[in-house]
């Protein structure tokens, strides 16, 4: 089987090129090829020697997931569906601003961890994306946008919020992130990419460690109690260890503090009281409140809160000084919102086994 080059960071380039019996300054050259230019094609290599690009043809290819499709919303979002074979697809989107161009990348085929209000913890879980579909994410984003390498950067920012949870597929999260940051790579500074998690605590101290990134935790709830049923991982690292773990990631972080994400969903975590159960909560902690108002899906279960419930939470939070900002709904005309993004995902979990059943029975009732 031949490598694909897009799996390796800097360091796997370099053990890649040694086991060919090649120089490690090739590993540079390759990687500034590859992702500086986002070129597909060894011939193209020019400052390569002809006999290494044939030999390169034949022990390695670039291989990206394939694009499916590409939809533009009437805001400017757009959102791209790769292939990641097995029938299952991912969805990538590109979220443009004045200031900056977002692009908001997948980790998993689907996502193991169950969230009540998320679409594609609805689906199930198929599989952990490796790192070139990670970054191949990035790789295509930038061809189908028009990218100049000389030119400005058209995506300044790369958010790992798109499906599935980065800190469960931790080691091909890693090289990804290095190349993101890698000035041969894409050369992005480290305040500018924003890992999300749900709260996988020892995930987030080996991040620290190894690659400290901006730091965006699912929060959704202020106590244990509510969280245990909205964000089941909160069972296994309940709030005071994600607390904790929160101040440890600090010091090494780019930016000093961590941004809480928080669902709006009318009548379950919106209430005065709660504001004030979180600013108790996360007394400790430097931090920004970011209101996501609920994207609703068919059988959600779930409403959003009102608008102006969502700024009297605010109020509650910034009038305790902590800075909150609520999100702008981009895209939900193409269903590339947070929480709608779906792809396809061929679920390999028990759950859905359980819910297959109970679709059958239906289908036989009907
Ligand atoms: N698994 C990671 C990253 C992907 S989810 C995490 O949970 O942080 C990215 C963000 O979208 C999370 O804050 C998540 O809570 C939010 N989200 C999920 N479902 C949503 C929905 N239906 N409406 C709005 N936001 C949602
Ligand atoms: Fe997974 Fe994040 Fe969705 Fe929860 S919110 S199910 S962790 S993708």
Known sequence: MPTNLLDLDAAGLTEFFASIGEKPFRAKQVLRWL??????????????????????????????????????????????LFDVGGGNAIETVFIPEEDRGTLCISTQAGCALDCAFCSTGKQ?????????????????????????????????????????EPLANYDNLLPALRLMLDDNAYGLSRRRVTVSTSGIVPAMDRLSRDCP????????????????????????????????????????????????????????????????ELLRLTREVPCKFNLIPFNPFPQSGFRRSGAERVRRFAEILMA??????????????????????AGQVLDRSSRTARSRKSMSIVEIAS
């Open 320 to 341: 305790a000084g902590v800075v909150t900002t609520t999100r702008r709904t981009r895209g939900d005309d193409i269903d590339a919102a947070c929480g709608q993004l």
């Open 213 to 276: 990134v901006a730091l965006a935790v699912s929060l959704h709830a202020p106590t244990d109690a509510l969280r245990d049923r909205l964000v089941p991982i909160n069972r296994k690292y309940p709030l005071a260890d994600l607390m904790a773990a929160c101040r440890r990631y600090l010091p090494a972080a780019p930016r000093d503090f961590v941004t809480f994400e928080y669902i709006m969903l009318d009548g379950i975590n919106d209430h005065d009281a709660d504001a004030r």
């Open 35 to 80: 992702h500086r230019f986002g070129e597909g094609d060894f011939d193209a290599m020019t400052d390569i020697a002809k006999a290494l690009r044939v030999k390169l043809q034949g022990e390695a290819c670039i291989a990206p997931p394939s694009l499916l499709s590409d939809k533009k919303s009437e805001d400017g979002t757009r959102k791209f």
């Open 124 to 164: 199930g879980f198929n599989r952990n994306l490796s790192v070139a579909e990670i970054i191949g994410q990035l790789w295509q984003a930038n061809k189908a946008l028009g990218f100049d390498p000389k030119g400005e950067r058209i995506i300044s920012n790369v958010v790992l919020m798109g499906m599935g």
